[in-house]
């Protein structure tokens, strides 16, 4: 909301949202970070509440309210001994974007199987240090990325002509978007532009869904998820990968009777081996590698009159390794290595990857 007269030592501009259970409201509203905090009491969130909806005689019922403040840290390390931090103790930054609680239940993901493996002796205690490497470049990104979001705001401000300006000034710069002149013409196409940029806090799909791990947990191939043409925004775009540290891309498969995410496919409380019908004989290497290394792994074979089949031929196109090739899927559902097609020694090659994963 931008409400002219109610500048209260603010920005002039607030937000007003409707949450659970969908009969209340959240409102937030900026002060002046050069001044002391302001004194909030009910007469106070009153009042801003009266101003920013310009409804002078509105009763709320105010179920409470709190100080907060913008940050833009990340931290670069997310371990220290024993100690392992997650979530907004190590990415603090505004709500642009929505992306802390996904950030911060991607952290726990990422963290706990490793140290369920490490704790069960499945793997070397050197599989912890990928927790740092791979979700600090994350807690940058999203930090960097919700600040820019927050940042931009102001450019519809300036589209509107509205910096510097307060009361009726302020009313009169609004209303020239609807004037049939010069000035109204280039005030729509101006914030038809600022708009724009508020593309990169609702649609960032790139940065919401694309996060690529390099660790000593991923057993590269050089490869990294190739975007098609006119997709190269890293932001806005994800690209399914199969590439090693891409997330297991999504698909339905099934049978006749039930259709399932590929992503189900890959629980969280094992490893899973992905191959088509010509890499059956995968099946015989993984249960060989669960029993030689002691870690839960399973093959999943998709394709006609198997596990499961490729029901509108989405995992062809997806998987980027031929029918007999391998992709190995970390608990997380971060693919940690893959083979192309079929060796000599399926055995071998599995039990190489998994003993490098996880520093055995
Ligand atoms: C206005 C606003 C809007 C948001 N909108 C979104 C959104 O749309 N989408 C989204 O994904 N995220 C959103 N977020 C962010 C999201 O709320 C946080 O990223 C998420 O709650 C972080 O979870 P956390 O468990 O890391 O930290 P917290 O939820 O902060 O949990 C930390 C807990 O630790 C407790 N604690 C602190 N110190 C101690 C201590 N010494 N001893 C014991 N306990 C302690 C605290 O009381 C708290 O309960 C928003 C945040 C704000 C402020």
Known sequence: MIQPGSNVGGIGTGLVRMVRPWDEWLIVWGYDINQPPPDLDDEMATGIIRDLLGVPDL????????????NEMYA???QKGRVFCVGDAIHRHPPSNGLGSNTSVQDSYNLAWKIAAVLRGQAAPSLLDSYTAERAPVAEQIVTRANKSAREFSDMFTALGV?????DEMAAAIAERKADSPA???KRAALVKAMNTKNYEFN???VELGQFYRSAAIVSDGTEPQPPAGREDRDLYYVPSTSPGAHL??????DNVSRKAMLDLAPYDRWTLVTGVAGSPWTQ???AVARELGVPLEAVVIGPGRDVTDLYYDWAKLREVSESGALLVRPDKHIAWRSNQLPDDPTRELSTAMRTVLGR
């Open 76 to 78: 670069t390390d997310l």
């Open 59 to 70: 009763e709320p019922e105010i179920t409470g309210y709190s100080l907060w403040g913008v």
């Open 285 to 287: 290497a993984a249960d």
């Open 184 to 186: 109204g013409e280039a």
């Open 249 to 254: 891309p999504h698909a339905w498969v099934g």
């Open 163 to 167: 910096v510097g300006l307060e009361g």
């Open 204 to 206: 960032a799909h790139g």
